[in-house]
């Protein structure tokens, strides 16, 4: 029997109005609480962009601006955007690959910028 990989965590950096939220998750239901406009729909939309950008970037980005700057948290272009997905990866999965850990894997998205810089959940405006 193949069983899934499983999401066990989501790191976001300067994505849309998110400056930083790190996401464990160690259940089946994950619940996001915050004020209005704190980014709740943002974390959803980390998904969505991902999901639509591997087919189609430009398309993707349209849907969410006409720059890849209007990802960025504060629209400042010296902001490095990180989307981090880690997953619990399991064995049956592995076959005999000795590249990953056997417990968790990770991968990580950065957008592309026009100058690049160097546990209950909580979103952030950044103020």
């Not at 974390?43 to 849907?63: G, N």
């Not at 056997?102 to 209950?120: D, F, I, Q, V, W």
């Not at 959940?121 to 950044?126: N, R, T």
């Amino acid at each position: 029997m193949t069983t899934n990989l499983q999401l066990t965590a989501i790191d976001i950096q300067n994505y849309k109005s998110i400056r930083k939220a790190d996401i464990p998750f160690g259940q089946q239901l994950a619940v996001f609480i915050g004020k209005n406009n704190s980014g709740k729909s943002n974390i959803l939309d980390v998904f969505d962009f991902i999901h639509e950008a591997i087919s189609d970037y430009a398309a993707a980005l349209r849907k969410r601006g006409e720059r890849i700057v209007d990802l960025l948290w504060a629209a400042d272009p010296r902001n490095l955007c990180i989307l981090r997905f880690s997953f619990s990866v399991p064995t049956d999965l592995l076959g005999d690959s000795p590249r990953l850990d056997k417990n968790e894997t990770s991968t990580e998205h950065r957008l592309p910028t026009a100058t690049p810089t160097s546990r209950a959940v909580e979103v952030s405006d950044g103020s």
